[in-house]
């Protein structure tokens, strides 16, 4: 049975780090692309992008320089390095993770919420 479980989030002042992870079970996750979205109020969006191996990675504008996907195919678990964090990043973080050329393996964990706030 395929799990993305997701940890790390919750409550940070602006300018400070967090880091998530997501666990992987069930699939082969050296095989697949994995992928950071969020979503506030409103539409989920992609935060960062990595590939099977790990060797090319892509970011949505608002991140770049700031976050750091990553990921360890030993241990199953996909990481996300949140640093410089701002109100605006405040979110349901979700993992996720496709195979195929039409995606058609698309698996989706639960999210953990991140919020950035004084």
């Known amino acids: 049975q395929v799990q993305l479980v997701e940890s790390g989030g919750g409550l940070v002042q602006p300018g400070g780090s967090l880091r998530l992870s997501c666990a992987a079970s069930?699939?082969?996750?050296?095989?697949?692309?994995m992928s950071w979205y969020r979503q506030a109020p409103g539409e989920r969006e992609l935060v960062a992008r990595i590939?099977?191996?790990?060797?090319?990675?892509n970011y949505a504008d608002s991140v770049k320089g700031r976050f750091t996907i990553s990921r360890d195919n030993a241990k199953n678990t996909l990481y996300l390095q949140m640093n410089s964090l701002k109100p605006e990043d405040t979110a349901v973080y979700y993992c996720?993770?496709?195979?195929?050329?039409?995606?058609?393996?698309?698996?989706w964990g639960q999210g953990t919420q991140v919020t950035v706030s004084s």
């Open positions: 996720n993770a496709k195979y195929g050329p039409m995606n058609d393996y698309d698996y």
């Open positions: 590939t099977s191996a790990g060797g090319s990675t």
């Open positions: 069930g699939f082969t996750f050296s095989s697949y692309v």
